[in-house]
Nanobody
Framework: QVQLVESGGGLVQAGGSLRLSCAAS????????MGWYRQAPGTQRELVAT???????NYADSVKGRFTISRDNARNTVYLQMNSLQPEDTAVYYC???????????????WGQGTQVTVSS
């Protein structure tokens, strides 16, 4: 069974930094892309950043220049370094594994349970 476990959320003052981590475990053969999405109260879940296994990255305009995504393919782990955090970054952050292929041959997308990031002004 595949699981995504996130860590690193918390409370920080505006201008501060946090680093999120997400590790995928299970009988994983490959993951096409891993990334982060976020959802604030009363809003839809939105893309923050994604990274393919080949290193291609995609960022939301609102986080460009402040957030950096990285990935350890050997450990099926993705990170999100968040700098210059602002109150509008407050949300639950979800890890995503896109097009995950298991050793049994099944293929699907997976989500983590979410981690809260709160930025105070």
């Amino acid at each position: 069974q595949v699981q995504l476990v996130e860590s690193g959320g918390g409370l920080v003052q505006a201008g501060g930094s946090l680093r999120l981590s997400c590790a995928a475990s299970g009988s994983i053969f490959s993951i096409r892309a891993m990334g982060w999405y976020r959802q604030a109260p009363g809003t839809q879940r939105e893309l923050v950043a994604t990274m393919t296994a080949r290193g291609s990255m995609n960022y939301a305009d609102s986080v460009k220049g402040r957030f950096t995504i990285s990935r350890d393919n050997a450990r099926n782990t993705v990170y999100l370094q968040m700098n210059s955090l602002q109150p509008e970054d407050t949300a639950v952050y979800y890890c995503n594994a896109e097009d995950l292929l298991t050793h049994w041959g099944s293929r699907s997308d997976y989500w983590g349970q979410g981690t809260q990031v709160t930025v105070s002004s």
